[in-house]
């Protein structure tokens, strides 16, 4: 019988050398994917774009064609009326195209370490996780379509990792039963992503209020792996508090491949990385309190002045006194108890009103 351990999910964790909180800035990750397009060059190149870009760290996926599928033509295996950009393809071919060898990815984390990028990966079978292990990769990230293959969560959450689970295909049970997993194997490193399992998304399925209600039902932190065309969804999730935002990135739309159509290119993941950064200043805090710069705008706030030549002993009227630009004299809200009382001294045209000329 498992013995459940009772764990509470961490609202700030480490990968690499930053830090994933609330309080800490959005954590962008470049999805390399299979938009190496087989070239070892290449892959590098798209890891050499995403330092250059802003990233804070890149992603793999770690399969072989035959550990994520099977080498079979029948129905059940050919991609037939799905509408995704890999009509008429069967899983394997279209894996055979995708997958990034082996052999390359100890090769690939070194470097992207040295430019100060984290690397890990997505592993799709047990002999991934063994693989990422002995590389020493710093969080393993769970793909949408694997959230139901508990077995293989439980491996990951076991290694005490951070455990990144995208929710593209997941119902709310499914998402239960994973973090539950990870909680059982004392692992409380957990980040949710929304996403939309789409290729590309459309704008009107990506649904992101999802991220802070997840935050809210899970405890946990949240993010975003987002399919969509552009930089706004990833930008909005930002703003509604996504901690972690991924991208696929890679060298140029036009070289296609299997991801390739709804991935972005170099600028715009740039692009995307400075508008994320604005966001996090402009979303700041829950305050009321104001600047230095806003205190010294309020003087120019409404207050009551004298707007004719007022005597000594003359009463205060809606004729000579009025509510206007700037702020140094009594504020509006004493408009009411000033007026109909008598001045103290003269008050020239132009003054603004204060307690010591009021009899």
Known sequence: MRVKR????????QIG????????????????????LQNYDRAEAIIRAAAGA???????QTYRPDTISLNCDNDYFVRV????????????????????PWEWQPKLKAFAES????????????????????????????????????????????????????T????????????AA???????????????????????????RVIPHMAESFDCLTGLSDHSMGSAVAVAAAALGARMVEKHLTLSRADGGPDGAFSMEPAEFARMVEEIRIVEKAVGKVTYELTESQKHSREDMRSLFAVQDIRAG???????????????????????????????????KGMPLAWNCIM
């Open 81 to 100: 009326n799905q509408g995704t950009l890999w009509e008429g393809k069967s899983e394997y071919e279209v894996y055979q195209e995708a997958y990034t």
């Open 182 to 208: 990870c909680k059982e194997e004392g692992n409380g490193q957990v980040v949710l992503l929304k996403c939309t399992s789409a290729y590309p998304s459309p704008y009107e399925d990506m649904n992101l």
């Open 17 to 36: 050398n930053k830090w994933i909180g609330e309080n800490e800035k959005t954590y962008i990750v470049a999805e390399v994917s299979a938009n190496h």
């Open 314 to 348: 003359e009463v205060f009227t809606a004729e000579n006194v009025r509510s206007i630009r700037p702020g140094y004299g009594l504020a509006p809200v004493y408009y009411e108890e000033v007026m109909g009382q008598r001045a103290k001294v003269d008050i020239a």
């Open 54 to 60: 802003g990233a804070d760290a890149v992603k793999l």
């Open 115 to 166: 430019l100060g990028l984290a690397c890990f990966s997505s592993p799709f079978d047990g002999t991934a996780v063994d693989f990422m292990q002995e590389m020493d990769m710093p969080a393993y990230k769970v793909a949408s379509f694997e959230i139901n293959d508990i077995p293989l969560i439980r491996k990951i959450a076991r290694i005490g990792k951070p455990v990144i689970i995208a």
């Open 168 to 179: 593209g295909v997941a119902y709310l049970s499914d998402i239960e039963r994973a973090v």
């Open 6 to 13: 009772e764990v509470v999910l961490d609202k700030r964790i």
